[in-house]
């Protein structure tokens, strides 16, 4: 194991899981979250500020602020105390609990915000209207962009989608989660340059508008958008999957019954990518999708039965037969659905 003097030295870029045992599809997922930020968003903000230090627009005195509904804010709180910046993280009320505590535990300033944006555009709107005015209320504010800065699809292209081809040199399908489109982008064109058959699938959640649908209620952060994302670029996709959050809180907790925790954005991939080779004839297809984050963030929505009911209705929560029967098959008998409880004092003998 290295040994490291900062954080963003360590991530763990080779560790795949074979999930054909619990989905019954051949498909590898390649996990992101090991690492001190929990997400594959410590490769773009690392590589989004050393880009602002090398052009000389990020100073002692300068004051990182961005957008984020929680991976990247985290991973840029880590980064910010690590170098010794000040940072200002603008998200909205979406943003797990626990991201705004370990952001605030990195010194970070977190502003939360409420309501839609006033002209559309919805709470990403409304935040990055509040970014805008933050700069221009003092020019030490320098806003990273992730949405628009070429060193987030960059870290992909230099870093991830370089791993899955040497681990992969056959594969035919990469399922990537659509949100800032960083890693969607950075790993599309790596593979289209090595003139390779790999098909990109996109993996976007029901209600966000990034490929042009219509916007709707969105309640876990990660993937999904309130505004067109101006770095993607269509012609790199090959197909789109849209992901409704039910099947996304449903693919968690199946990940989670074999051991697996694993957060919102993972969920979605995941649930694109059964969906989609249940629907093609996948055959001996070699498959990967990118899972961008693990699932301690999640515990107090996806993982609480009394949140997903508030939200889902009870509904979400009830196992559909292909899993029961699956289920079956591994242990023998069907397991009985319990709920989450937390153990009372231990009497004393």
């Known amino acids: 194991m290295p040994i490291i003097t900062d954080p963003q030295e360590f991530n763990q870029e080779e560790l795949y899981i074979d ?16 690492n001190f930020a929990g997400s594959i968003k ?4 690392a590589e989004m500020v050393r880009a602002a230090e090398r052009d000389g627009s990020l100073t002692p005195d300068s004051i990182l602020v961005e957008s984020s509904s929680g991976n990247l804010g985290v991973a840029l709180s880590m980064l910010a105390a690590n170098k ?8 909205d009320s979406r943003c797990n609990p626990a991201a705004l505590r370990l952001m605030e535990s990195f010194d970070a300033e977190v502003h939360v915000i409420t309501e839609p944006a006033a002209n559309g555009g919805g709470r990403l709107g409304a935040r990055l209207d509040h970014v805008r005015g933050l700069c221009a209320s003092d ?15 960059r870290a992909h292209y230099r870093t991830t989608a370089p791993a899955i081809a040497r681990r992969f040199p056959e594969l035919d399908v990469l399922f990537i989660g659509a949100g800032t489109c960083g890693t969607l982008m950075g790993c599309a064109r790596y593979m289209h340059e090595l003139r390779r058959p790999v098909k990109i699938v996109a993996v976007d959640t029901v209600g966000s508008v990034t490929f042009g649908g219509p916007s709707g209620r969105r309640l876990i952060p990660g993937l999904g958008a309130g505004v067109r994302v101006p770095q993607l670029d269509e ?28 957060g919102g954005s993972t969920g979605t991939v995941v649930s694109g990518a059964l969906d989609w080779l249940a629907r093609n ?20 929505t996806v ?25 079956r098959d591994r242990v023998g008998r ?8 937390r153990l009372g004092a231990i009497p004393a003998r």
């Open 19 to 34: 999930l054909r045992p619990m989905c019954g599809h051949s498909l590898f997922l390649k996990v992101e979250g090991f």
């Open 42 to 45: 410590l490769k773009a903000a």
């Open 84 to 91: 010794g910046y000040r940072f200002v993280c603008v998200t």
């Open 139 to 153: 020019d030490r504010y320098l806003w990273l962009n992730q949405y628009g800065n070429p060193a987030n699809p």
């Open 235 to 262: 012609s790199y996709v090959d197909d789109l999957v849209m992901v409704p959050e039910a099947k996304t809180i449903r693919t968690c907790r199946r990940l989670a019954r074999r051991g697996f925790l694993f």
């Open 281 to 300: 004839d996948a055959g001996d297809l070699t498959a990967v999708a990118v899972s961008p984050d693990l699932g301690e963030h999640y515990m107090e």
């Open 303 to 327: 993982y609480t039965d009394e949140w997903v009911q508030e939200h889902y209705g009870e509904g979400v929560l009830a196992r559909d037969e292909p899993e029961a029967a699956a289920e």
């Open 334 to 341: 069907p397991r009985r659905a319990r709920r989450g409880r």
